[in-house]
């Protein structure tokens, strides 16, 4: 229904690499049609290197530079300060990394990408693991969620990497998910306007990696969004605003338990009613907090 | 031409001002830091119209400089040491996507145990790269190489990162007379960069793909081409700025006065100086000997070396890098062009000069004085407590 707003041009082409169900590809998909052809990719090593396809063709018909692990959003900077020196105009840099390239290894880079204020949009698909290399921890895993590396469960918590890209005081920060294709778009619409380091974080389910089947990847996001595990919103300028379904979901009855969405993934399997009810917990304490910031309670 | 004096590193910073790149992108480590507090001085004033990235690591600043040669930019870094170690993932991506990089290495020893002084490991770590590597032995030399490598790098058979090499403070903060190309000058030598961009939207390209087994090694080859080729390009170059402004080097390896002599050291960078006059001093005694210097480390001048080789007695070939379980990586080629050739006198491989440690004109008389006694093998020089 929804996209009969949007371009019709796809820049994601056909025959791409991406798996079936792949949330990563859904996302990158609207992203390009918001932003349009004069718009420049660089993706560090990730499951977006192999979805591009062999040398010589490429599935992303605009203009990508493919860069090491950690360095993408350097080499954003290095483009974005070179096309201003050669008197280029109207473009878009836009970074599209994985949550290790982001969170864990590239977190330096990015860091300093923000700090100097170039004028990048940077996206994280977040996948929730090292997907390209077979299902390994990152940064970015879900507390107790099982990978390849976590057999028993991660026993490591989720970094708020939004959080620490408020924190840069960037002029622009927000969340997405497939689910909600205008929500992406006119988000990044939003950042494609606004001068300097522009952080989007996009939640993506990956039907290999999180164990289920190819057809539930949108059900899954949207579980995610309206159990409260994936919030909705954005950052203008440091002041916080939910978007989309989100808004709706301070009020707990509001929000379906946390379980609906677990249960539809391999990943979460071996977890115990206990352990659902920790993970509960965990999302009504953050939704908790984003109602007393809201409520001006924290200030 | 105007004449200043200069540090090596100031020198470097003036042949950068001189090729105009767009950006300069770099992170401070001693000794290289005086180089782009210079550039930034210069782009502070005006004087050089250019982006200075203030990156938060060298990974950063090879990978900012990456991004910024793929749309078509000059662009210009320096580091030393362990600035060049942390960036090496990215020297390696540099090369492989055919990047007309230039950057300064002042070279400068590996921790452990902290060292700042010169030593030629850290530049030789980048000899399977794919950059081609020059080393200068004067400030003059630092700023003449450093203009000339913006010709190599973007010529179009070449089209390869060059990185310009000089000794820790015997170089890069000595002092000395530099004589600077007027902008007219500049402008003469070093034409705006000609390149198609990565960046075009109507036909996107796309820079560093996946490719299977049947295309990569392809890619490589191609590399090698444009190292073999670059072996020309690095003398003409030379042979053109010394018919333009006067100052010729012999392109890829400096000879004093090896045309007649019977034993030749072989080395690279400043211990030279120190080396040719220990040459005088054995040439007014009438022993016939000479130096042969290495400018081009990458590509390897085989030619060169065989010719110098075809007529001597005995040699010496001085590796100022660690040199672990095996021989140095001078040595190594050195020995590769004499069998090849079939040219059978002893090599004497002398290991020295780590850290900093000076080598002497003393210690080039004792070098040579082994020479001649035609001694061979390997030797760690000037071991405190022998061998
Ligand atoms: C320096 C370096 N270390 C490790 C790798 C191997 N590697 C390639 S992709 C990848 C994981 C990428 O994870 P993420 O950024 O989350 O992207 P995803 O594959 O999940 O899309 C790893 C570990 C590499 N290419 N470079
Ligand atoms: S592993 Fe996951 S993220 Fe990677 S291509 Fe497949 S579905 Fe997409
Ligand atoms: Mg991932």
């Not at chain 1, 025959?15 to 052809?37: F, I, Q």
């Not at chain 2, 770099?26 to 119209?49: C, H, M, N, R």
């Not at chain 2, 203030?54 to 910024?68: K, L, P, Q, Y």
């Amino acid at each position: 229904m929804a996209h009969k707003f949007f371009p019709k041009e796809e820049f994601l082409l056909k025959g791409h690499a991406a798996c079936p169900g792949c949330g990563a590809a859904l996302v990158l998909r609207h992203v390009l049609k918001a932003l349009g052809a004069r718009t420049i990719l660089v993706i560090p090593a990730s499951c977006s290197s192999v979805i591009a396809g062999p040398f010589p063709k490429s599935s992303y018909s605009v203009p990508v530079l493919h860069i090491a692990f950690a360095a993408s959003a350097a080499a954003a900077s290095g483009i974005v300060e070179a096309l201003d020196k050669l008197g280029e105009k109207t473009f878009n840099v836009v970074v599209w990394a994985g949550d290790g390239g982001t969170a864990d290894i590239g977190i330096q880079a990015l860091s300093g990408a923000a700090e100097r204020g170039h004028d990048i949009i940077y996206i994280c698909y977040d996948n929730e693991a090292y997907m390209n290399t077979g299902i390994q921890k990152s940064g970015l895993t879900p507390y107790k969620a099982w990978t390849t590396t976590t057999p028993r469960g991660n026993p490591s918590f989720k970094k708020d990497m939004p959080g620490i890209m408020v924190s840069h005081r960037i002029p622009y920060v927000a969340t997405i998910s497939p689910a909600y294709p205008n929500d992406i778009v006119s988000k990044i619409r939003k950042a494609a306007k606004i001068r300097g380091l522009k952080y989007i974080h996009a939640h993506i389910p990956c039907p290999p990696g999180w164990r289920f089947d190819s057809s539930l990847t949108v059900r899954i996001a949207r579980l995610a969004v309206l159990s409260g595990v994936w919030i909705l919103y954005e950052y203008e300028n440091g002041v916080f605003r939910l978007t989309g379904p989100s808004r709706k979901l301070v009020d707990k009855s509001k929000r379906k338990p946390i379980g609906e969405y677990l249960k539809l993934q391999g990943r979460f399997r071996h977890l115990s009613e206990r352990d659902v009810e920790e993970l509960q917990k965990l999302v009504d304490e953050r939704w908790e907090a984003i109602r007393k910031d809201i409520m001006g309670e924290n200030a | 031409m105007k004449r200043m004096v200069l540090s090596g590193n100031y020198a470097a910073a003036y042949a950068v001002k001189a090729a105009k790149p767009h950006v300069v992108s770099a992170y401070p480590i001693t000794p290289q830091t005086t180089v782009i507090e210079k550039i930034s001085e210069f782009v502070e004033k005006g004087e050089l119209d250019a982006k200075v990235i203030r990156v938060e690591s060298e990974h950063s600043a090879m990978a900012s400089v990456i991004g910024a040669a793929a749309v078509g930019a000059r662009v210009y870094t320096a580091t030393s040491s362990q600035g060049l170690l942390y960036m090496y993932e990215m020297c390696w991506w540099a090369a492989g996507a055919r990047l007309p990089i230039v950057m300064g290495v002042v070279t400068r020893a590996i921790a452990p145990p902290w060292s700042i002084w010169t030593d030629h490991s850290d530049i030789l770590t980048l000899r399977d790269s794919g950059w081609i590597i020059m080393f200068a032995a004067s400030a003059q030399e630092v700023y003449d190489m450093t203009l000339q490598a913006y010709r190599i790098a973007e010529e179009q058979c070449v089209s390869l990162p060059v990185a310009v090499a000089w000794d820790a403070f015997v170089v890069s903060h000595t002092y000395e007379p530099v004589d600077i190309l007027d902008d007219e000058e500049a402008k003469d030598f070093i034409r705006p960069r000609e390149e198609k961009s990565l960046i075009d939207f109507e036909d996107p390209g796309s820079l560093g793909n996946l490719t299977y087994p049947d295309t990569y090694q392809e890619m490589r080859y191609d590399i090698s081409r444009a190292m073999d080729n670059a072996l020309s390009i690095i003398r003409d170059i030379d042979e053109e700025f010394g018919k333009k402004f006067g100052r010729k080097y012999g392109g890829l390896v400096e000879k004093y006065l090896c045309g007649d002599a019977d034993y030749i050291i072989f080395l690279v960078g400043a211990a030279g100086g120190d080396a040719r006059v220990a040459t005088n001093i054995l040439r007014r005694q009438g022993v016939k000997v000479g130096i042969c210097r290495i400018r081009s480390i990458k590509p390897f001048p085989y030619k060169e070396i065989i010719d110098v080789c075809s007529r001597a007695k005995a040699i010496a070939v001085l590796d100022r890098s660690s040199v672990f379980g095996g021989k140095g990586p001078l040595a190594v080629n050195i020995r590769a062009a004499l069998h090849e050739s079939g040219i059978n006198i002893p090599v004497l491989e002398v290991v020295g000069g780590l850290g900093g440690r000076d080598i002497s004109v003393e210690d080039f008389l004792e070098i040579f004085r082994l020479v001649i006694k035609g001694k061979k093998g390997l030797i760690w020089w000037g071991l405190k407590g022998g061998e």
